[in-house]
């Protein structure tokens, strides 16, 4: 009885141990070493694409979020400092550029060796336009995680700022741990997912304000001499022999785990194209695969009228090719179009009057939440793009009123699961060591 007892209690301690580790899962594949197969090669009648050697890549219709390229890009990959964009996004849609930031241990501790920075110091104030622009030219870890405390009143809350704007924006594979993409095994992301989070930021007026400088210049402060930056971003940087003229932005991002990623945008002839490669040897391949992947778009494919709606298919494809389905989504009509079965866009109508919503099939369900997500997008630019402060109008609640309830609620719902499984298991284990005490006494 004695030893059954015993084996119970092991089994529930080991059942905490599981629990404990159930939000590390998604990132046991994050650096497997193993280049992704290209999904879009199988599309009957698609443009061939370009060698990409990164292990994992996506391209995207900066307008219509429709895939152009896929090479695993649903995998999850670790992100490193392609993590601020997020960061930068959710602190300019929640503060001022006049709003003071205030350098306490929780950004110096990042002021290490071996961690981007800009050397911050203790009690250093500067405008949190300052802070922007060097989390995005310098990559700074210490700037990151000072404006996570001032914007969300402790990083924790930041954090979890961030991980509700990336569902928000449909993202299905991320969880962000801390707002400068250092390693941590539950801090993860997708190309695909990167790429949704860079549309979102190329639809923020201040935040394109931001990203289209190379270089910027925080004057002196109270603790230390002017501080002069000058993007390391190749296909920014004219003196590079990587340079590409239509490149508008993107965030690189580098740790051992992760390797070298990169995320980017360029623009040409009013067509915007979003390229995201994750886990190179080197920052030359991702730059390499990136532009590849831009001249693929600009030199195959054709933006084509559909009711008053631009979008993108390959060169010589019509509207008559298109197939159609329609669900509806937020009081809209979507009428969503395909191309050999691949999502190319959508027509969003106003519903006329009350109808029954359009079930969802299984075959449906990614692209519905794809389209849902563009169109929260949408709604929120066309109510608030004036001051780029948006919240967002879909029937969901706002930032601010976010921000208070993570304020006091704290941790994150994935931790608020693990606690509440931890604490039953070990109430478990107690009431079993309470009758093994008993039956012995």
């Known amino acids: 009885m004695n030893k059954g007892i015993y084996r119970i209690a092991a089994g529930v ?9 159930a939000t590390a899962q998604a990132a046991t594949v994050t650096a497997n070493g193993t280049p992704a197969p290209v999904a879009s090669d199988s599309i009957a009648g698609w443009p061939a694409a370009p060698a ?19 090479k695993g890009m649903d995998e999850y990959r670790y992100p490193a400092s392609t993590t601020k964009l997020m960061t930068l996004l959710v602190a ?43 989390a995005y030219i310098k990559s700074a870890n210490e700037v990151c995680a000072q404006i996570a405390e001032t914007v969300g009143g402790t990083e924790a809350n930041f954090v979890e700022m961030m991980n509700q704007k ?19 095994e539950n801090h993860y992301s997708s190309a695909h997912d990167l790429a949704k989070i860079m549309r979102a930021c190329l639809r923020n007026k201040r935040f394109r304000q931001v990203m289209k400088c190379s270089n910027y210049k925080i004057p002196a402060t109270n603790l230390s001499e002017a501080r002069v930056m000058h993007t390391h971003m190749p296909l920014m940087a004219k003196e590079s022999n990587l340079y590409y003229a239509d490149c508008i932005g993107g965030k690189t991002g580098f740790s051992t785990d992760a390797q070298h990623t990169l995320v980017t945008a360029a623009e040409r002839n009013g067509r915007t194209y979003i390229a995201v490669t994750m886990r ?18 600009f030199d195959n494919f054709d933006t084509i009228d559909v009711d008053g709606t631009a979008m993108t298919v390959p060169k010589g494809v019509t509207v008559n090719d298109l197939t159609t389905d329609t669900a509806e989504r937020n009081g809209k009509i979507l009428t969503r179009y395909y191309y050999s079965g691949q999502f190319v866009g959508y027509v969003a109508e106003a519903q006329p009057t009350e109808t029954p919503a359009v079930e969802e099939t299984a075959e449906t369900a990614a692209e519905s939440s794809e389209t849902e997500a563009a169109e929260t997008v949408t709604d929120s630019l066309e109510t608030t793009e004036n001051d780029s402060q948006a919240e967002v109008q879909t029937g969901q609640k706002s930032m601010s009123e976010q921000i208070q ?7 994150s719902g994935m931790m608020k699961a693990l606690l509440i499984a931890m604490g039953v298991m070990a109430v478990i284990l107690i009431a079993l060591l309470i009758a093994l005490y008993i039956k012995n006494g």
């Not at 301690?13 to 580790?21: D, E, P, R, Y």
């Not at 550029?97 to 990042?110: L, Q, S």
């Not at 040897?281 to 991702?286: H, Q």
């Not at 309830?405 to 704290?410: K, L, Q, S």
């Open 13 to 21: 301690g080991a059942a905490v141990i599981l629990v404990s580790s």
């Open 92 to 134: 300019i849609e929640n503060s001022s550029p006049k709003d003071i930031v205030t350098f306490t241990e929780t950004g110096i501790r990042d002021v290490t060796w071996d961690s981007s920075n800009i050397n911050a110091q203790l009690g250093e104030t500067m405008t949190m336009k300052d802070c922007w622009m060097a």
């Open 280 to 297: 190179a040897a080197d920052l030359g391949i991702n730059c390499t695969d990136s532009t590849s992947l831009f001249n693929y778009a």
């Open 405 to 411: 309830e993570i304020r006091t609620e704290g941790l």
């Open 166 to 184: 990336a569902k928000e924006l449909g993202c299905t594979h991320t969880h962000f741990a801390n707002a400068s993409g250092l390693p941590d």
């Open 52 to 70: 990409v050697t990164s292990e994992t890549a996506v391209l995207i219709d900066a307008d219509t979020g429709a895939v152009l390229y896929d």
